[in-house]
T-cell receptor, first 110, second 114 residues
Framework: EDKVVQSPLSLVVHEGDTVTLNCSYEVTNFRSLLWYKQEKKAPTFLFMLTSSGIEKKSGRLSSILDKKELFSILNITATQTGDSAVYLCAVDLNTDKLIFGTGTRLQVFP | ETGVTQTPRHLVMGMTNKKSLKCEQHLGHNAMYWYKQSAKKPLELMFVYSLEERVENNSVPSRFSPECPNSSHLFLHLHTLQPEDSALYLC?????????????FGEGSRLTVL
C-alpha cells in the first residue's frame, strides 16, 4: 500500500529557531514529491522535487529529496510567527494521484 | 486568493438532507479534484475530472455524487450522509491531470452532518 509518513506530528518553537520537517514515503511508482503549507483552509504550494540531492530554496524555506532513502526534508530558518501552519507532504504517483501525509503542525511563538 | 472558489464555506445538514457543494476555478485549468480532509487523517482524494470527464473515483460511497458540467465548475452532491462524513471538503484544480506542477486549492467547505 502506498503511504506517506510525516514527522513530527507537531512542533512548537520560538521565533528565530530553525526547524526541520520530515517526510518519508513508500510508493510503487514515484514521479515527484510536493510540499504544501496549510494556514487556515487552502493548502498553498511550496516546492516540487523530482531529483535527488538538488535543493529547492525560497527565502527562508528550503527542501531536498533523497530518492535512495525515500525521504524529503523541509527546512525553515529564522522562523517567524507567520510560519505557523500545517505543512503537508504529498507524493505524485504518476497515475494522476497525489498521496498526502497527515501533516506536521508547526506553531511559532514570539 | 488561489483562483479556486468554493461555496458554501460552512454547511450543517441532517442525515436525510440533500445538499450540494460548489467549486469554480478561474485559472483556465483542465483538471479538477475533490479531496476530503478529516481530523488527524491525510487528505483523501475522492474524485478527479479531466476536461469534464471523470477519470478517478477513489472508492467513494454513492452518497457522494460529483458533477462537472464544464472545465471551470465542479459540484459535489450530498445525500443521506453519515456523521462520519463530517470533514473539510477541498476542491482543487491543476493544468492537467498528469502533474507537471502544483494543485491549486480552494478554501474548502466545512461540512457537519448531524
Amino acid at each position: 500500500e502506498d503511504k506517506v509518513v510525516q514527522s513530527p506530528l507537531s512542533l512548537v518553537v520560538h521565533e528565530g529557531d530553525t526547524v526541520t520537517l520530515n517526510c518519508s514515503y513508500e510508493v510503487t511508482n514515484f514521479r515527484s514529491l510536493l510540499w504544501y503549507k496549510q494556514e487556515k483552509k487552502a493548502p498553498t504550494f511550496l516546492f516540487m522535487l523530482t531529483s535527488s540531492g538538488i535543493e529547492k530554496k525560497s527565502g527562508r524555506l528550503s527542501s531536498i529529496l533523497d530518492k535512495k532513502e525515500l525521504f524529503s526534508i523541509l527546512n525553515i530558518t529564522a522562523t517567524q510567527t507567520g510560519d505557523s501552519a500545517v505543512y503537508l507532504c504529498a507524493v505524485d504517483l504518476n497515475t494522476d494521484k497525489l498521496i498526502f501525509g497527515t501533516g506536521t503542525r508547526l506553531q511559532v511563538f514570539p | 486568493e488561489t483562483g479556486v472558489t468554493q461555496t458554501p464555506r460552512h454547511l450543517v445538514m441532517g442525515m436525510t438532507n440533500k445538499k450540494s457543494l460548489k467549486c469554480e476555478q478561474h485559472l483556465g485549468h483542465n483538471a479538477m479534484y475533490w479531496y476530503k480532509q478529516s481530523a488527524k487523517k491525510p487528505l483523501e482524494l475522492m474524485f478527479v475530472y479531466s476536461l469534464e470527464e471523470r477519470v478517478e473515483n477513489n472508492s467513494v460511497p454513492s452518497r457522494f455524487s460529483p458533477e462537472c458540467p464544464n472545465s471551470s465548475h465542479l459540484f459535489l452532491h450530498l445525500h443521506t450522509l453519515q456523521p462520519e462524513d463530517s470533514a473539510l471538503y477541498l476542491c482543487a484544480s491543476s493544468q492537467q491531470t498528469s502533474f507537471t506542477g502544483e494543485l491549486f486549492f480552494g478554501e474548502g467547505s466545512r461540512l457537519t452532518v448531524l
